[in-house]
């Protein structure tokens, strides 16, 4: 699984398959889906530990990765490679920064911000308000290329 996922890392873990002693390492290759990133590295085998976890660093933000992982058993000079186990994941994109309220009527408020640097049109930001005093909340999905909103009909 995935997890601790941020734009610059995420933390693999897996649980390590019981009753192979000769287990030594597992090989883990990461590939950006556009194929710009490909990494390929080995993590050895801690027989101590039942969940076995790695820090992949140094993701580019906003981006959709495969991580493929394989058991490498070693018997004097054989080796052999398990079947592989595949998962997909996204690091988050950065944050947008200075939000302020630019205007406020009785039923509408406009906020902006300041986009992330790398900000694409296809990406989205998710808002949302939220009044738990009268029950209210809604949730709203827009562009990337965007640096304003006005939530409007507001009770």
Known sequence: TMEEVTPKDATLKWVAPEGHKRL???RILISSFDNKIKRELAVKHNADKVVNSFLIDD???ATSYTVVI???CVFESL???SDEEKLTFSSLPNSATNLTLENRLPNSLTIKWEPPLQAQASHKYRLAIESASIG???DYSIAGDKSTFN???LP
Do not use: C, D, E, G
């Open 24 to 26: 030594r390492a597992f």
């Open 136 to 138: 209210y909340s809604a």
């Open 79 to 81: 080796k052999t490679i």
């Open 59 to 61: 993701l580019a933000q």
């Open 151 to 153: 939530f409007s009909k």
């Open 70 to 72: 394989k058991s490498v």
